[in-house]
């Protein structure tokens, strides 16, 4: 039995309490963003798509995309869609090649919201800072080699990773990017990489 809800199990068991501790770490998240939520009138899944928009390419400013993005389903994120263009943060824009897609565009109402709200995760970031360089990277190597494997298992939808991108290139000396020519070192793997490119199966 794994039940790291158990304080016996959990206490006596160093992966229980990791484990713990990444469930205390994901209420961090809940928290903060429903405190933005509460403050401006929104839902939680309506900031991250405000945010998602501002900081993404247009192509993947799709119903489909976002779905895949935040583990939701096509019908939810197309519910928030329609209510943050209600709410005029949004416009749609119909794809010329494609009368029944289009894409997704913040409206200059929709980009200052996110200037107010996309700070959320700031009392975590200052915590990190803090923390020193080589044990960051040490943090970083575990917390997306973990990313990796729930991807894996299919516990998570991962985009845009270095891992799942068509110039990643692992050999026995370590890893490359071929787009850039360069070997990545710990630090330079990311979660959501602007060049990437997917992986064609």
């Not at 961090?28 to 900031?47: G, M, T, Y």
């Not at 400013?61 to 519910?79: G, I, P, Q, R």
């Not at 894409?103 to 996110?114: D, R």
């Not at 068509?166 to 979660?191: A, H, P, R, S, W």
Request: aromatic share 8%; with cysteine; hydrophobic share 40%.
């Amino acid at each position: 039995m794994k039940n790291i809800f158990d304080l016996e199990i959990q206490n006596s068991s160093l992966d229980g309490k990791i484990t713990a501790g990444f469930e205390r770490l994901s209420q961090v998240f809940r928290v903060l963003l429903w405190e933005k939520a509460k403050n401006h009138d929104l839902s939680p899944i309506q900031i991250q798509v405000l945010i998602f928009l501002k900081h993404h390419s247009k192509n993947k400013a799709t119903v489909s995309y976002m779905a895949k993005e935040f583990n939701l389903t096509k019908a939810t994120v197309s519910d928030t869609v329609r209510i943050l263009e209600k709410k005029s943060y949004i416009t749609k824009s119909v794809n010329e090649n494609d009368s029944r897609s289009y894409a997704i565009e913040l409206t200059a109402k929709g980009l200052e919201m996110v200037l107010l709200t996309e700070d959320f995760t700031d009392p975590l970031f200052d915590l990190i800072r803090m923390v020193p360089e080589n044990e960051k990277n040490v943090l970083w190597k575990n917390i997306s080699s973990i990313v990796e494997q729930l991807h894996t298992l299919q516990v998570i939808n991962v985009q845009s990773t270095c891992r799942n991108c068509g110039y990643f290139l692992q050999q026995n000396d370590g890893n490359y990017c071929q787009l850039m020519n360069i070997k990545l070192e710990t630090n330079d793997i990311k979660l959501d990489c602007i060049d990437h490119k997917p992986v064609r199966l």
